[in-house]
C-alpha cells in the first residue's frame, strides 16, 4: 500500500469513529483473541472470526470505537442451533463461560462482560506500551475522558467508549421498572454513553423488528420461526416501562440508540424527544435506508431528517442484507449509495451520518470490508465520488464528518450533558 495516496492521507488525518462494533461478544462468548489479527479471516458470515480486534482497529485507522455490550438473549441461543453447537465445545473454559452468560438475569451478566472487556483492554494497554508503533487501547468513561485520550494524537491511544444493545441488560431479578431504571443509572455512571432500546427480541422497553436476514431463515427452526413471527408486532412501539427508560436518558444525557425498533417505537422516541427540547441525543446507530432497501429495519428519509434536525446521526451498517434488497457479495457500492441516500434525505447535508459497521454482532460484512483494517477502502470510495466528471461529490471535510467528526460532535454535545424534562 502507497502511504502517500490521497485517501490513505485523507483517511489517517480524519478522526475515524465507529458507532457500532461488537469486539466483547466473540471474546467472550468463545474466548477469541482481541490481541492478536485473526488470520483466519473469512469474507462470509462465520461466527468466530474477529473482525475488530486491536491491530486491525489500528490497522483501518479507527481512532474512537462505541463498543456495545450485548448479554445475548436466551431465545437467541434457543433459536439458532449454530450458536447452540458451539455451546457444546468440549472445552471446560467455554462451559464454564456459557454457564456464566447464559444464567439470568441479564443486569448481571452485562456487568460481567464489562469487566471482561476491561480487564482486555488493561492486558492489551500494558503489552502495547512495551510494543514499539502498538497503540493502546482506553476506555473512555466520560467526555471528558475521551477529550484526553484524543488530546494525545493520532499516535496516541485508540478510545473504547461501551454501549449496550438492548434494554433486556436493564433487567435485574425482579424486572419491576424502578430496578430497570436503577440499573440504566449504574450502567450510565460506569461510563456507557448508548443504548440500544431494543435489539434482537421484544423487550420490557419496546417492540423489536425482524432480527434475521433472510438467508439465516433455513438455519432455524420452523417451530421457532413461526413463534418469533407471531411476537413480532409492527404497530407496537414502546412500552410505559420503555417511555420512563427514555425520559430517564434525556435527564442523564445518554444516548438514545433505534435500531432494531419497530417504526411506531422510534415515533414514540422522536415525540419524547422533541417534546423535551434535547439535542444531540438520538442515533441510529447501525441502518440502511428504507428507500432503497424497504424493510421496517431501516429510516425513511423523513426520520433521517429527523434526526439530522435534532443533532444526531444515523450509521450506516456494513451489511449487505440492511443496505440493498438484492442479494450481493460486494459492499462498498452499497454502502456509498446508502450514504449518497443519508444525504440526500437531509437536503444534501452529510452532518449526520455516521458509520456504524456492526463488525462481530454475528454478522456478514461484505466481501470488500470484511474487518476493521479495511476501512480505508471507503475513504477512497468517497473520494472518488463525483456528481458530473468535474465535481466531487463529497469534499475533504464531508470525507472526515462522515468517517466521525459528526459522531464526535454528538458525542460532545449530548453525552452527560444533563436535561431537565
Ligand atoms: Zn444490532
Known sequence: MNKSTPWLDLHHRAIVVDIHAHPALKSALFHKSLLRR????????????????????????????????????KRLIEDLPLIKLLRLIPWSFVRRTWKD????PYAVVTRHLLDDLEQRLAAYSQRSGKTCGQRPVVLARSGAE????????????????????????????????????????????????????????????????FPYPQYVLPLLPRKRLDRLMDDIDLTRGLTPTGRSVVRRMIELGMLIDISHCTPPARRDVYEIVGQSGASCLVMASHVGAYSLNPNPYNLEDWEIRWIANHGGVVGVILMNYWLAPYRTDLG???????IGQFAAAAGGSTEHIAIGSDFDGFTDPPDDLKDASELPRLTERLLAEHDSPARRRYTNQDIENILGGNALRMLREGWGKRTLV
Not at 101 to 104: F, G, I, R, T
Not at 332 to 338: F, K
Request: net charge negative; glycine share 10%; with cysteine.
Open 101 to 104: 452468560l447464559m444464567k439470568p
Open 332 to 338: 462498498l457500492d452499497c454502502v456509498a449509495r446508502t
Open 146 to 209: 475521551l477529550e484526553h485520550i484524543l488530546s494525545q494524537g493520532a499516535d496516541g491511544p485508540i478510545a473504547f467508549v461501551h454501549t449496550l444493545e438492548g434494554g433486556h441488560c436493564l433487567e435485574g431479578a425482579a424486572g419491576t421498572e424502578p430496578e430497570i431504571i436503577a440499573n440504566l443509572e449504574q450502567f450510565f455512571e460506569r461510563g456507557c454513553a448508548a443504548l440500544t432500546l431494543v435489539h434482537f427480541y421484544p423487550n420490557a422497553l419496546g417492540m423489536s423488528v
Open 38 to 73: 485473526d488470520k483466519a479471516i473469512q469474507a462470509f458470515f462465520w461466527p468466530l472470526n474477529v473482525r475488530t480486534n486491536f491491530p486491525a482497529l489500528q490497522a483501518g485507522g479507527v481512532d474512537v470505537l462505541l463498543s456495545a455490550i450485548y448479554a445475548p438473549e
